[in-house]
């Protein structure tokens, strides 16, 4: 019986002392942050990725990014893309506990992976630092940078480096980009209906395209409408203009998956 508890105390210490390693480690090479209050990001880990992964392919992946200060963010546009990736970023702390719980009690149910749970603030962690592979060490690491940026880096200089390294499309990183290749325009010169449809591609921006329709992109730029419409964001008369455009949009092409 000694024996037995012995060895139960030997195998608890290894295991301890291997996850004090781990964690360790992970600390211990995490980044910078402090640079980022203000110094905009000349690439990120995910577009170097992106590029690493195009030339395995044996390509050559064209980079489309041009930076965007705050202010010149139309207002409306910063609040679509919270409403659709994270309604609560204002008020967490970097993780939303809420929508962890929720999220883990869909899959479980489900039996397989249907939503995630990501804030803006793991979003932009990810895409300086780290790569879409998934794996233990990768989440600790997105964690623990998540936590570095909320307390080195205010609310509003996380958005605005998320709204500028965010993917959305083969190439295309940040709202500038994507607001110059989908529409021909400036952040400034979109309206309601073109920022609700840049936002419904956040999930998949590789698959879903502002300007093909498809199912998924109706149903979430009108999920995402109708919560700019809850938060009073927009006015009625907004709320009115855009679903029309919508519905014209989405009523001149046929929606058809992709």
Same mark, same amino acid.
Not at 27 to 50: A, G, K, M
Not at 108 to 131: C, D, M, P
Not at 170 to 184: D, H, K, L, Q, V
């Given at each position: ?31 910078? $942050? ?201 006015? %009625? ?10 519905? %014209? ?5 046929? $929606?058809?998956?992709?």
């Amino acid at each position: 019986m000694n024996k037995i508890i012995r060895v139960l105390i030997y195998l608890i210490s290894g295991i301890f002392f291997i996850l004090c390693a781990f964690v360790g480690y992970a600390i211990f090479t995490l980044p910078d $942050v402090t640079e980022l209050i203000d110094t905009n990001p000349t690439t990120t880990s995910f577009i170097e990725y992106r590029k690493q992964e195009a030339r395995e392919e044996g390509k050559t992946l064209r980079i489309h990014r041009r930076w965007i200060d705050w202010q010149y963010i139309p207002k409306v546009l910063k609040r679509t893309i919270v409403v659709a990736e994270d309604a609560a970023f204002w008020v967490h702390e970097g993780i939303d506990w809420h929508e962890v719980e929720s999220a883990l009690r869909e899959n479980w149910e489900e039996g397989k992976i249907v939503r995630g749970a990501s804030t803006i603030s793991q979003q932009t962690a990810k895409n300086l630092y780290l790569t879409p592979h998934r794996n233990i060490y990768r989440k600790l690491k997105e964690f623990l940078i998540t936590k570095e940026l909320e307390s080195r880096l205010n609310k509003r200089r996380i958005l605005e480096i998320y709204l500028n390294c965010i993917e959305m499309g083969e190439g295309i990183f940040g709202i500038r980009s994507a607001s110059n290749i989908y529409f021909g325009k400036h952040p400034s010169q979109l309206d309601i209906s073109e920022m609700v449809r840049l936002a419904a591609i956040l999930p998949n921006p590789r698959q879903l395209h502002p300007n093909q329709s498809s199912p998924e992109l109706a149903w979430r730029s009108r999920t995402i409408l109708n919560r700019l419409r809850h938060y009073e964001f927009i006015t %009625n008369s907004q709320y009115r203009e855009a679903k029309d455009q919508l519905q %014209n949009f989405f009523d001149n092409r046929s $929606v058809t998956s992709r």
